[in-house]
């Protein structure tokens, strides 16, 4: 049997430990030892493969080889997947895995981190007694504290054309550089994106088009990986901007998204905010009440997006009279004028006092300089940084991420539960 990705079983257990390692041999030692405790899966490959096996399987624990014929080149390599294990896998218990006739590799496992070490020549005793000892301690351990989550904006176009999109991936890029500055990274080169945008609003794509990315891992595909979601596979999977924009489209094939569940896309957005300081979705146009309903109680922050055209005003009252039916609280909302020019016609504040929604901000109309950037491949922040339309993106994510809303830090199933008040209009 080829090594790659061997499996090695004794029982039909529900536990599934990974051992990265080429020695076959070692392979099957260790499955021996662990007999009726689960299936141990072999990883041969590179430190990718590795971090693409973790993301598929989930596994209980890690076996890093730290044997490897002995050899001062190998074990470094193995220090070095370790530590990379250790940092983007940190809730996966480690265990080096050798043989004490070369200690240089149990030296080397310390060194890199790794607590617990099986020395197979001690034979399975060993390997089920270190295994046990592992589990055993895991489970004592108290549940680690929450990490810390991002906001979750949702952006609702009140019609196709307003201008939802560009200002989706305007406040993107600002949100990954206003987060990036107050935060720097740990680590020297570290360009971790911080933002998140869902492009699900119609037309399909805009936001991708306008950050010039292209995208296979959509969002019907991550709701199927739902489970194996953790930072490496966003890492990897997850198409990201130059800007450092994180980009989950629509599917190309609408019909994939039949497949979807409410929950499931509730629950992706909520994982999102795990490894994004803000996450934008954009559903500008969308038509599915049911998600758009949760993504507003849901959210952190429910902007509505209109411009002053008959058109969009008439969309505006019909969108409120809909969340009104489906009861949308009125102080969930908040009103964004895009394209403003008080020449136009009705000015913010009486559009704001007519519908009765809370005036967040207006955008100047700039359809001059947003179209000349659009066509040169760049966001107008890219060429124009004081332009007055970027003044007006900065000043919401100062807005967004420089303050802390207590009313809204409870449990994310709170979060997502109907709310029974009538919105207000």
Not at 405 to 421: A, F, G, I
Request: charged share 20%.
């Amino acid at each position: 049997m080829n090594a790659r990705n061997q499996e090695f079983s004794g029982s039909t257990g529900l536990d599934q430990f990974l051992f990265c390692s080429q020695d076959t041999e070692a392979a099957r030692q260790l499955a021996i030892g662990l007999e009726d405790l689960g299936v141990l899966v072999q990883e041969p490959g590179s430190a990718a493969d590795v971090a693409l096996r973790v993301a598929t399987l989930a596994p209980r624990l890690i076996f890093v080889d730290f044997a490897r014929g002995g050899s001062a080149e190998q074990i470094a390599v193995s220090v070095d997947l370790a530590q990379a294990l250790t940092r983007n896998s940190p809730g996966v218990p480690l265990i080096a895995v050798g043989n004490m006739a070369h200690p240089g590799g149990a030296i080397a496992a310390i060194r890199a981190g790794v607590r617990e070490f099986i020395d197979l020549s001690a034979g399975p005793a060993e390997v089920r007694g270190v295994v046990g000892r592992v589990i055993e301690t895991a489970a004592r351990e108290p549940a680690p504290a929450p990490a810390a989550r991002g906001k979750l904006v949702a952006l609702l176009g009140v019609r196709a054309g307003v201008g939802t999109s560009t200002l989706a991936v305007h406040l993107g890029a600002a949100a990954h550089a206003y987060c990036s500055q107050a935060h720097p990274p740990t680590t020297p080169g570290e360009t971790r994106s911080r933002a998140a945008l869902l492009d699900l609003g119609q037309p399909v794509g805009d936001g991708q088009l306008y950050l010039n990315v292209a995208s296979e891992f959509h969002f019907a595909e991550a709701v199927r990986n739902l489970r194996r979601l953790d930072e490496t596979l966003v890492r990897s999977a997850l198409a990201r901007s130059s800007h450092c924009v994180t980009v989950v489209p629509l599917p190309r094939d609408l019909g994939e998204m039949r497949s979807v569940s409410l929950s499931d896309s509730m629950a992706l957005m909520d994982r999102l905010r795990m490894y994004f300081d803000v996450v934008f979705a954009d559903v500008g146009g969308l038509s599915n009440p049911d998600f758009i309903d949760n993504l507003v109680n849901g959210a952190d922050e429910a902007w509505l997006i209109t411009d002053q055209s008959v058109g969009a005003l008439v969309s505006l009252a019909d969108l409120l009279r809909e969340l009104d039916t489906r009861g949308i609280r009125s102080d969930r909302l908040r009103l964004i004028v895009n394209r403003y020019d008080e020449r136009y016609g009705m000015t913010a504040d009486q559009i704001s006092e007519r519908f009765g929604v809370r005036l967040l901000v207006t955008l100047p109309d700039r359809i001059l300089p947003l179209m000349s950037s659009t066509n040169q491949g760049k966001l107008l922040s890219e060429v124009a940084e004081r332009d007055p339309y970027v003044r007006g993106v900065n000043y919401l994510i100062d807005k967004l991420v420089s303050t802390r809303q207590p009313k809204n830090e409870m449990n994310w199933v709170t979060r997502w539960l109907p709310q029974n008040k009538k919105a207000h209009v």
